[in-house]
């Protein structure tokens, strides 16, 4: 069984940046793909970003490409999602996502295990 932790979520002011980090235990989360998804009030959950477990390949919603990047530290078993020139409408609540396959899963409910979300709010 994995636990998936997330921290690094806090109020920021439009055009901050914040850090947020994804610790897993339970086990080795090297070699599997690894997703940042985030859901705002009154909206569904949406993808965000993914690293795959294979070649590192990353992976990123149109929304936020350029601003946010995702990386990995298999080491310490740990993904981040670093967010720069961050906008109100990046507010939610961010979750990580782990899929034991080494492949970036397509569909949200492809992941095996997810961490209990850290919220982001950014500030007009």
């Known amino acids: 069984q994995v636990q998936l932790v997330e921290s690094g979520g806090g109020l920021v002011h439009a055009g901050g940046s914040l850090r947020l980090s994804c610790v897993a235990s339970?086990?080795?989360?090297?070699?599997?793909?690894m997703g940042w998804f985030r859901q705002a009030p009154g909206k569904e959950r949406e993808f965000v970003a993914a690293?795959?477990?294979?070649?590192?390949?990353?992976y990123y919603a149109d929304s936020v490409k350029g601003r946010f990047t995702i990386s990995r530290d298999n080491p310490k078993n740990t993904v981040y999602l670093q967010m720069n020139s961050l906008k109100p409408e990046d507010t939610a609540i961010y979750y990580c996502?782990?899929?034991?396959?080494?492949?970036?899963?397509?569909?949200?409910?492809?992941?095996?295990?997810w961490g209990q979300g850290t919220q982001v709010t950014v500030s007009s």
């Open positions: 339970g086990r080795s989360l090297s070699g599997y793909a």
């Open positions: 690293i795959s477990g294979i070649g590192g390949g990353s």
């Open positions: 996502a782990a899929s034991r396959t080494g492949v970036v899963p397509g569909t949200p409910k492809e992941y095996d295990y």
